[in-house]
């Protein structure tokens, strides 16, 4: 009796803390969060490009999380991605003007939704849609860009060093 | 002479395929008893003991070094590249998807595969499972089951035990040692690894699971009913698990990536 009591504490424990660890990686490891999917309200936007943005992704005002990407689908009717937005419930004043761009968290991290606040006295409710949007930044046109503008300066400057030697 | 060789052949791939069907066929019996014996659960308690709450010590020992290692390395290898607060990153998912169910299989193999195989070896050599045919209790039911569901049972929790230990241990490198910052080391691995990675990692090592405890209860309770035929059992058993853990998951990781 003594020894199958024993064992039931044994596996007992063990189960409790295989759950436990399972739970521990769930919840603290992943970005996942349970239960907090059904409150605040929801606002869309609009983007030309969103790059890398995936559903789950941060919604940040000033480096506060202040809500997640929800949903990012293709809108035909513009032909640009639509990106719906929830906010957590206590962040319930942001003005009707602010501004929405795709960010990104340092130079290799995830990318994230940043809300500059506007100056409206107006704020946004459920279902509002953020009118000024800035797309994220995609690196191979920036390097391009770059590679561009600097081959415009060299040609000139070639060109006079030429032109002198004679 | 010729003939001869080719008869040889073809008797040893004839056998090959005969231990393949004989593997497979006990698999299906296994599988088909199983609702059944979950309902028989203080037999299964007892054996998730076995497998389960006796290995965890090496279980968790393995994980921190393991942990701490990748800590090291982790961090060596990132430096050179500037990014050494990915290490979370690296650790975690390292850990989850790798590291944790293989080492743990591996382990598992060797510490509760081989008791449980030279447990039913010897059974089977003192005749305790002729005697049971006798008093017309099904063997399969009665003592293969209850160890087999122990394993399936153990082998996720203690591969969930070792990457939490192992993160610790990386953590513990990582940011103690080496002095990555803690809040970067958590919230890159936070907002880089995703529920399905977990899940990847839990599924893969239910697989590592069932594969071990079904080739250790294979081997011990079709062992040779000799103090050598139960050795070779165990052997036989550690070396056909580790291949086919390393084999499965190069299949699991080829379909789930």
Redesign the interface.
């Known amino acids: 009796m003594r020894q199958t009591r024993a ?2 504490l ?2 007992g ?3 409790l ?3 436990a ?2 739970f ?3 919840t ?5 969060e349970f239960g907090l999917g059904e409150g605040g309200y929801r606002l869309t936007a609009t983007f030309e490009q969103v790059g890398g943005l995936k559903p ?1 992704a941060p919604v940040s005002m000033s480096g506060v999380t202040i809500g997640r990407v929800e949903s990012i689908a293709y809108d035909f009717s513009e032909y640009r991605a639509r990106v719906e937005l929830r906010i957590e419930p206590q962040y319930d004043k942001i003005p009707d003007d602010s501004d929405a761009s795709v960010l990104t ?6 990318q994230y939704v940043g809300v500059g606040p506007g100056s409206s006295e107006t704020f946004f409710k459920d279902g509002d849609r953020i009118q000024f949007t800035q797309s994220a930044i995609v690196l191979e046109n920036l390097i391009s860009k770059f590679l561009f503008s600097k081959a415009a300066e060299q040609q000139p400057a070639d060109g006079a060093a030429q032109g002198s030697k004679p | 002479m010729v003939a001869a060789i080719f008869r040889e052949l073809g008797d040893s791939v004839q056998e090959a395929l005969r231990a393949l069907g004989r593997y497979a066929l006990f698999a299906a019996r296994v599988a088909g008893e199983t609702p059944r014996s979950l309902l028989r659960f203080r037999l299964v ?2 054996q ?2 076995n497998a ?2 006796l290995s ?1 010590v090496i279980i968790m020992l393995s994980g921190l070094f393991v942990g701490m290692v990748l800590g090291l390395q982790g961090f060596d290898l990132l430096q050179r590249f500037g ?1 050494e ?2 290490l979370g990153t690296a650790a ?1 998912l390292g850990l ?1 998807k790798e590291l944790g169910p293989v080492i743990t299989a591996l382990l598992f193999a060797g510490r509760a595969g081989t008791a449980l195989a030279s447990e039913l070896g010897l059974m089977r050599a003192t005749d305790q499972i002729a005697a049971m045919e006798m008093m017309a209790v099904d063997p399969v039911r009665r003592v293969v089951m209850p160890r087999f569901l122990g394993g399936v049972i ?1 082998m ?3 591969a ?2 070792f ?2 230990i192992g ?1 610790y241990g990386a953590q513990l490198v990582g940011v103690k040692l080496m002095g990555v910052d803690q809040g970067q080391f958590w919230s ?8 399905e ?2 899940m990847e ?2 599924l893969k090592s239910f697989a590592f699971g069932a594969a071990c405890s079904l080739v250790a209860v294979y081997e011990g309770y079709h062992s040779v009913p000799t103090a050598e035929g139960v050795g070779r059992a165990t052997t036989r058993t550690v070396v056909i698990s580790s291949v086919s853990v390393l084999l499965l998951d190069y299949i699991l990781t080829a379909v789930m990536l």
Do not use: H
């Open positions: 064992i039931e044994g596996t424990l063990f189960v803390l295989g759950f660890a399972l521990f990686l769930v603290q490891i992943t970005n996942r789950g968290a340092g130079l290799l991290g995830g | 308690v007892e998730v003991y389960g709450a965890l990014s607060e990915s975690a989850l153990a996720p929790l203690l969930a035990i990457s939490m993160l890159q691995m936070r907002a880089a690894v995703e529920f990675d977990v990692g839990a």
